[in-house]
Nanobody, 114 residues
Framework: VQLQASGGGLVQPGGSLRHSCAAS????????DRWYRQAPGKQRELVAT???????NYADSVKGRFAISRDNAKNTMYLQMNNLKPEDTAVYYC?????????WGQGTLVTVSS
């Protein structure tokens, strides 16, 4: 199983970015899929979740600004991040759990700074 993440970068406050995470060897649409992030000096935190049924959930700090989604045809998961704030600066990780095992993508750095 491989999760290939992309989409990090430098963005100004108020800007937007979209993370992508493409899977091989597993199927996002039948898994529980998540995005995590880890800010400098802090513990990794859960940002967004989409379940097998398609239900979504978000950390309070990103509600209304971030959106998790999947493209089943491409077996790819996304995290759309809008109205970014400096406190969103972190390494972002995609994650999937197939009921037996869990898998992480490589981290992608997002820096929100003017």
């Amino acid at each position: 199983v491989q999760l290939q993440a992309s989409g990090g970068g430098l963005v100004q406050p108020g800007g937007s970015l979209r993370h992508s995470c493409a899977a091989s060897g597993t199927i996002f649409s039948i898994n529980n899929d998540r995005w995590y992030r880890q800010a400098p000096g802090k513990q990794r935190e859960l940002v967004a979740t989409v379940t097998r049924s398609g239900s979504t959930n978000y950390a309070d700090s990103v509600k209304g600004r971030f959106a998790i989604s999947r493209d089943n045809a491409k077996n790819t998961m996304y995290l759309q991040m809008n109205n970014l704030k400096p406190e969103d600066t972190a390494v972002y990780y995609c994650y999937t759990w197939d009921g037996r095992s869990f898998y992480w993508g490589q981290g992608t750095l997002v820096t929100v700074s003017s």
